[in-house]
């Protein structure tokens, strides 16, 4: 209704701002800042009695920072108005979209998996704090600058756009090296067998794929792109999508399905368990997510790419060449890949939780759990 002037002079406020990845209105945009307020509020109320008699720089305290940053960061997406001259308006928003998303949520992504490791034991603390310092002094030094690769059309001085390039390519390996320590500690455990009846192992493995499509989809594919010149040329391609894909779904995705599993395995009773419907959902998100970018989006991208290079980014985004018969050729193909991550993965998830329903813990306190999943009395000093 913005777009089409329905709002009048309130089409900003209401309606759509006109900026690329914060198209929302600014009423919608403060509400989603207040409401990541209010989750932070809800986590600190979850984690208040871990932070009493902690260091400050201790594992909790590290989770909160990173809880709070969100909401901090998103907000300054609002540091600019229709009258804003472009390039200020376009630094801001930049701010949002590669150091908001790419910065301070790959941060939470860290400290949140740090965590998780940490909780199953997979890592001592020290490792999973040694890991979250080092993600915090490469963005407190490099996550600014590495914004910089984006400012094509401000104005900014060549070697901006040069080591934005490199800083921005070094946020992804603190996560990685976490996820080589951990994937020691599920070798070590295969040997003697023990990691078969571990209760959380397909949590544990959906934690690994986080570490997995962030060297792959965030690393990779984003280093692949981030080039000054290979970034002029294929820019709002597909091989733009082809990082976002990667890292928006096999980072938070697998991240949040992960969270989910782990909570799950607290609350729903052994009877309501199904280890064969996790992993079936494992292997099909992980893989239909893989076929996407296989079969479809990446060597579309690569196509547009060539397009744009030759014949010029109009002609990349132009019907001539989208409706080509490879083109769609591959778009098709990607049904594959779509049809496994569906049906083979969010529907067996989808399943084991509506079943999970059924058999939930009766509330007794905070239970800790046998390594084959059964209860084993509450925690001592819980409620």
Same mark, same amino acid.
């Given at each position: !209704?913005?777009?089409?002037?329905?709002?009048?002079n309130?089409?900003?406020?209401?309606?759509?701002?006109?900026?690329?990845?914060?198209?929302?209105?600014?009423?919608?945009?403060? +509400?989603?800042t207040?409401?990541?307020?209010?989750?932070?509020?809800?986590?600190?109320?979850?984690?208040?009695?871990?932070?009493?008699g902690?260091?400050?720089g201790s594992?909790?305290?590290?989770?909160?920072?990173?809880?709070?940053?969100?909401? &901090? *960061?998103?907000?300054?997406?609002?540091?600019?108005?229709? %009258?804003?001259?472009?390039?200020?308006?376009?630094?801001?928003?930049?701010?949002?979209?590669?150091?908001?998303?790419?910065?301070?949520?790959?941060? @939470?992504?860290?400290? /949140?998996?740090?965590y998780?490791?940490?909780?199953?034991?997979?890592?001592?603390?020290?490792?999973?704090?040694?890991?979250?310092?080092?993600? /915090?002094?490469?963005?407190?030094?490099?996550g600014i600058? %590495?914004?910089?690769?984006?400012?094509?059309w401000?104005?900014?001085?060549?070697?901006?756009?040069?080591?934005?390039?490199?800083?921005?390519?070094l946020?992804?390996?603190? +996560? #990685?090296?976490?996820?080589?320590?951990?994937?020691?500690f599920?070798?070590?455990?295969?040997?003697? %067998?023990?990691? =078969?009846?571990? $209760?959380? @192992?397909?949590?544990?493995?959906?934690?690994?794929?986080?570490?997995?499509?962030?060297?792959? %989809?965030?690393?990779?594919?984003?280093?692949?792109i981030? !080039?000054?010149?290979?970034?002029?040329?294929?820019?709002a391609?597909?091989?733009? $999508?082809?990082?976002g894909?990667?890292?928006? !779904?096999g980072?938070?995705?697998?991240?949040?399905?992960a969270?989910?599993? *782990?909570?799950?395995?607290?609350?729903?009773?052994?009877?309501?368990?199904s280890?064969?419907l996790?992993?079936?959902?494992?292997?099909?998100?992980?893989?239909?997510?893989?076929l996407?970018?296989?079969?479809n989006?990446?060597?579309?991208?690569?196509?547009?790419?060539?397009?744009?290079?030759?014949?010029?980014?109009?002609?990349?985004? $132009?019907?001539? *060449? &989208?409706?080509?018969?490879?083109?769609?050729?591959? #778009?098709?193909?990607r049904?594959?890949?779509?049809?496994?991550?569906?049906?083979?993965?969010?529907?067996?998830?989808?399943?084991?939780i509506?079943?999970?329903?059924?058999?939930?813990? =009766?509330?007794?306190?905070?239970?800790?759990?046998?390594?084959?999943?059964?209860?084993?009395g509450?925690?001592p000093?819980?409620?």
């Amino acid at each position: !209704m913005g777009i089409k002037q329905m709002f009048g002079n309130l089409w900003f406020w209401l309606g759509h701002q006109g900026w690329e990845y914060l198209e929302l209105g600014r009423l919608w945009q403060v +509400l989603l800042t207040v409401g990541m307020v209010l989750w932070a509020f809800i986590i600190f109320r979850s984690i208040r009695p871990l932070l009493k008699g902690q260091d400050r720089g201790s594992l909790p305290h590290m989770l909160l920072y990173g809880v709070l940053a969100i909401p &901090i *960061f998103f907000s300054f997406g609002m540091m600019y108005h229709p %009258g804003t001259n472009f390039a200020v308006a376009d630094f801001w928003r930049w701010w949002v979209v590669h150091l908001w998303v790419e910065g301070f949520f790959e941060l @939470y992504t860290t400290i /949140i998996v740090a965590y998780f490791f940490h909780t199953l034991g997979m890592v001592s603390a020290r490792s999973a704090l040694t890991v979250i310092y080092l993600d /915090i002094i490469l963005y407190l030094g490099s996550g600014i600058i %590495g914004t910089g690769h984006h400012y094509y059309w401000t104005a900014q001085p060549a070697i901006n756009m040069a080591l934005g390039s490199m800083f921005s390519a070094l946020e992804v390996v603190p +996560l #990685t090296l976490l996820t080589v320590e951990a994937w020691k500690f599920v070798h070590l455990a295969e040997v003697d %067998g023990s990691i =078969k009846n571990f $209760s959380h @192992y397909w949590a544990m493995m959906f934690l690994i794929a986080v570490g997995f499509w962030n060297f792959l %989809g965030a690393g990779v594919f984003g280093f692949l792109i981030n !080039m000054p010149i290979v970034s002029y040329y294929e820019h709002a391609t597909y091989l733009t $999508s082809n990082h976002g894909h990667a890292a928006l !779904m096999g980072v938070y995705g697998m991240l949040s399905v992960a969270g989910v599993l *782990f909570c799950a395995r607290y609350l729903i009773t052994p009877e309501g368990w199904s280890d064969r419907l996790a992993g079936i959902s494992f292997w099909c998100l992980n893989i239909g997510l893989l076929l996407m970018l296989a079969l479809n989006i990446f060597p579309a991208g690569v196509m547009q790419m060539a397009a744009s290079f030759h014949h010029g980014f109009w002609y990349a985004r $132009s019907y001539e *060449f &989208i409706h080509s018969q490879a083109f769609q050729t591959m #778009t098709w193909l990607r049904v594959a890949g779509d049809l496994v991550f569906v049906i083979g993965g969010v529907l067996p998830l989808v399943l084991l939780i509506l079943r999970g329903m059924f058999f939930l813990r =009766k509330p007794k306190g905070e239970v800790r759990l046998g390594s084959d999943g059964t209860a084993l009395g509450p925690v001592p000093g819980s409620a």
